[in-house]
């Protein structure tokens, strides 16, 4: 069961901010967004932070890894420039203080575990054991709706999640739905299955509600695909396009 909501803004503002950063996350706000999509890797120093890439030189410049930076060093570093000018300066922002962002203003998440090549368990432990600390007493009363949701193409980040934090909700990231997706989503204790919706099919859609999990899907830019997604009985979605497919889309279409 789908308890989350229905339409998230795709790294906080889409096309219409600098990912990954306070300020898209503050332009997914004033479209009227509360809830968010974005990703979260460990720097060298295993403090986690919002980027997407696990290199530093399209959003962020410079060369290297993050995992060759402290966090303290990536977030001196100018993450919105790239974007446009009225974003230079813009920081790499640090995990804690963007979940603590939002929980404060009511913005739910869905949280990637992005981990940097080999270092999938010690990601998804620490964003994970953060993440059930920031949210005790909203497990503990049993608010599910209001707790993040961790998801993640590693089944090693989200098998390390579940081991440190069983109670935290859980997603299979899977660009394309292989034959043997119901086992590696039950393998790993998964709510939901998150796929690319160009390769989904209606079949597909039919089979992973059949078999009780959630279906999300990533990343719907067109008003008529996203319809057409939620006539095939997907849950929810993210988008780009927060100036086409606003947050009260779905009331607009009934």
């Known amino acids: 069961m789908w308890r989350y909501p229905k339409i998230l803004a795709h790294r906080g503002g889409g096309t219409l901010a600098p990912e990954n950063t306070m300020a898209g996350l503050r332009c997914g706000m004033q479209a009227g967004f509360r809830a968010i999509e974005f990703d979260v890797m460990l720097a060298r120093d295993g403090v986690p932070v919002v980027m997407h890439d696990p290199f530093l030189g399209r959003t962020v410049p410079g060369s290297g890894h993050v995992y060759d930076y402290d966090a303290l060093e990536l977030a001196a570093m100018d993450a919105g420039g790239w974007f446009g000018r009225a974003h230079e300066g813009e920081p790499v922002p640090l995990f804690v203080e963007f979940a603590q962002f939002c929980k404060a203003h009511g913005v739910w998440m869905n949280i990637e575990l992005k981990p940097a090549p080999g270092y999938e368990i010690e990601t998804g432990g620490v964003v994970a054991r953060i993440a059930a600390a920031m949210f005790a007493d909203e497990l503990a009363a ?10 993640s193409f590693s089944i090693d980040a989200l098998m390390a999640a579940r081991e440190v934090a069983p109670q935290l909700p859980r997603a299979c990231l899977m660009s394309e739905l292989p034959p043997d997706w119901e086992r590696r989503a039950r393998e790993v204790g998964a709510v939901a299955i ?3 919706h160009r390769h989904l099919t209606p079949q597909q859609a039919r089979g992973v509600k ?36 606003p947050p009260d889309f779905l009331t607009r279409i009934k």
């Open 194 to 196: 998150h796929t690319n």
């Open 142 to 151: 049993g608010q599910m709706e209001r707790v993040p949701l961790l998801s």
């Open 210 to 245: 059949a078999a009780g999990f959630g279906l999300f899907c990533y990343t719907v830019d067109e008003p008529a695909r996203a319809r057409e997604l939620l006539d095939w009985g997907v849950d929810a979605f993210c988008t780009d396009r927060i100036d086409l497919i």
